[in-house]
C-alpha cells in the first residue's frame, strides 16, 4: 500500500537541494517508489575526512535527507510538518570512492512520530552504514 497519496516528482525533490547541503554534498534523488526514497551521493573530496574515506557524518547527512523526504511526502497533503528527532548509524565498510545510494523505507508510521530505516551501500551493493531516523509530525498551526 503506498504511503504517500500522490506520486512524487523527482524533479521538485532534487529542487529542494538547491543551495543546500545536498548541493554542497551532490546528494541526488534517483527514484521514489510507493513507500521508499533512494538517493545517491558521491564519495569525493567532498565527502572523505582526512584519511581518504567517506566521512560518517556524510553518511548521515545523506541518511537523514532521504528519511526526511520521505517523512515529508508521507505528510505532503496534511499540511503538518515533519522534523527530525534523532538519528543515529553504524558504519559498517569504508567506502574510498564511486557513489553510495541510500534507500529509506519506513519502519513506523504514527500520528506524532515516524520511524524510518535507511541503508546505504557503496558501488558493489554492499552495506556500509544503516542508520534509523525518528522524525516528529508537527501539526499545522490553526489560522486566526
Not at 6 to 16: E, F, Y
Not at 49 to 67: C, D, F, R, T
Not at 92 to 99: C, K, P, Q, Y
Amino acid at each position: 500500500m503506498p504511503l504517500w497519496a500522490a506520486p512524487a516528482s523527482i524533479a521538485a525533490l532534487q529542487a529542494l537541494g538547491r543551495d543546500t547541503i545536498h548541493e554542497s554534498l551532490g546528494i541526488e534523488i534517483l527514484e521514489v517508489g510507493s513507500d521508499w526514497v533512494r538517493g545517491r551521493m558521491p564519495v569525493d573530496r567532498r565527502t572523505h575526512q582526512p584519511y581518504g574515506l567517506l566521512h560518517g557524518g556524510a553518511s548521515v547527512v545523506l541518511a537523514e535527507s532521504l528519511g526526511s523526504i520521505a517523512a515529508g511526502l508521507v505528510v505532503a497533503d496534511s499540511g503538518a510538518r515533519v522534523v527530525g528527532l534523532e538519528v543515529n548509524a553504524n558504519h559498517l565498510r569504508a567506502v574510498r570512492s564511486g557513489w553510495v545510494t541510500g534507500t529509506a523505507r519506513a519502519l513506523h508510521i504514527g500520528r506524532s512520530t515516524h520511524v524510518w530505516e535507511i541503508r546505504i551501500e557503496n558501488d558493489a551493493g554492499e552495506l556500509s552504514c544503516i542508520s534509523r531516523l525518528t522524525m516528529a509530525v508537527v501539526a499545522a498551526k490553526a489560522q486566526a
